[in-house]
Antibody, heavy 120, light 109 residues
Framework: QVQLQESGPGLVKPSQTLSLTCTVS??????????WSWIRQPAGKGLEWIGR???????NYNPSLKSRVTISVDTSKNQFSLKLSSVTAADTAVYYC????????????WGQGTLVTVSS | DIQLTQSPSFLSASVGDRVTITCRAS??????LAWYQQKPGKAPKLLIY???TLQSGVPSRFSGSGSGTEFTLTISSLQPEDFATYYC???????????FGGGTKVEIK
């Protein structure tokens, strides 16, 4: 059973960089059948896709966040990571990592989510 | 960019009711349309992929249909555990990006 677990600071100061890591267990992140994605959800609001990375290292980002987002993968640790720079209070949200199917494009396994608050 | 609009955004229903949620795309999309269920404080759970394929372990009272610009999620007989928020999701071809609908909250009548 594939499991994903987000980790990282729960509090980030405005203008700083938010950094989160997703650790994958129960399967290899190097599998060519999947991509790895970050999604966020502000309190009481809907889901916003942040971006994704393939095991090749190729990435796609949400155009509205593209200038501030970097997603990377560390296959040796079975992890992928998110960096979001120049954060503001609007970036306060629950951040999820998820596995995506390369054929059907859905997100079939999700982490439990981690709340990141941007505040001084 | 393709936008996904869900309707209704809020739905009040009783146990045993048949419920239908619609997801409309701003332009024709592939059939790679997925539906998720999210309960408070939990991560979304995949229910339906490729518009109509039931994810393993999901009860058969859930079904999906549609093509082009209009897709539907149907719950044939609403159960107490089905009260949740439902989201549709698809992949834009260019620029390549995932898009979610705004969500439909299903509450007890």
């Amino acid at each position: 059973q594939v499991q994903l677990q987000e980790s990282g600071p729960g509090l980030v100061k405005p203008s700083q960089t938010l950094s989160l890591t997703c650790t994958v267990s129960g399967g290899s992140i190097s599998s060519g059948s999947y991509y790895w994605s970050w999604i966020r959800q502000p309190a009481g609001k809907g889901l916003e896709w942040i971006g994704r990375i393939y095991t090749s290292g190729s990435t796609n980002y949400n155009p509205s966040l593209k200038s501030r987002v970097t997603i990377s993968v560390d296959t040796s640790k079975n992890q992928f990571s998110l960096k979001l720079s120049s954060v503001t209070a609007a970036d306060t949200a629950v951040y999820y990592c998820a596995r995506g199917d390369l054929v059907t494009m859905d997100l079939d396994y999700w982490g439990q989510g981690t709340l990141v608050t941007v505040s001084s | 960019d393709i936008q996904l609009t869900q309707s209704p955004s809020f739905l009040s229903a009783s146990v045993g009711d048949r419920v239908t949620i619609t997801c409309r795309a701003s332009q024709g999309i592939s059939s790679y349309l997925a539906w998720y269920q999210q309960k408070p404080g939990k991560a979304p759970k995949l229910l339906i992929y490729a518009a109509s394929t039931l994810q393993s372990g999901v009860p058969s009272r859930f079904s999906g249909s549609g093509s082009g610009t209009e897709f539907t999620l149907t719950i044939s007989s609403l159960q107490p555990e089905d009260f949740a928020t439902y989201y549709c999701q698809q992949l834009n071809s260019y620029p390549p990006a995932l898009t979610f609908g705004g969500g439909t909250k299903v509450e007890i009548k």
